[in-house]
């Protein structure tokens, strides 16, 4: 079987991503020698080997626990909140209620998108206050944007006919959307809500630094205190929490496949 001709576009393409590689480490001051230096290897293996052995104190795993069940519901509202405001934006995207507002709600969604989910937790903490409240939110908003662009896409991809068919039968729009349309589509919306809600873990986390609550404040503050051992029982956790969540997420998946 013959196959099919390199195009001249994908080799340009590979040539430029090539070229900006090679731009990207001689215009970087790189400094590989100080890395790998004796030095520099004694003084990392001091600091990993300040970990051991975890904080194991009952009272303390307690404390833990609660700030992972805390990032673990930060993360799950956060998701399910904009999956919710994703779908809704999403039809407007997708150009269903015309041309006009599809592109006031593209820009809409690049621009929640854009910003960093710790950028918009530093701006809501000073309207919500310290704790997992302005995290949630920041989670929610940022997920929007990204859940609404994704959700837009997969409906301007999906076939028209089923719809098309049960208009023309005399079902309403919104019927049609809901027994033609969302059938179709739903298991891809549910994958990347999954896939959203495994990356909000690990955002969860990260947005304790800035105050949001959850492991990642009790991280900064023992950290800050060079307490490193109760650090490394506050990063062990984290590391369970986004192992249990990808099992579960994996598992999920495998369901709707079958």
Known sequence: MKQAPVRLATLLLLAGLLLLVIASFASLPLQWQALLSADALRSATEFVAGFAPPETAPAFLDKTFVA???TLAMSALGTGLAAIAGLMLALPASGRLGR???AVTRILLNATRSVP???WAAMLLIAAGLGPFAGTLA?????SGVLGRLFADALENTPPLPEASLRINGASALAAFLYATLPQISPQL????LYRWENNIRAAAVLGV???G???QMLKYHLSLFQMQQAATVIIAMLLLVAAVD????ALRRWMMH
């Open 190 to 193: 549910l994958s990347y809500t």
């Open 117 to 119: 989910e710790l950028v």
């Open 139 to 143: 989670l929610a908003v940022h997920t």
């Open 68 to 70: 992972l069940l805390e």
């Open 210 to 212: 800035v105050g949001a």
């Open 247 to 250: 099992a579960l997420s994996f």
């Open 100 to 102: 006009s507002l599809r």
């Open 214 to 216: 959850g492991l990642g």
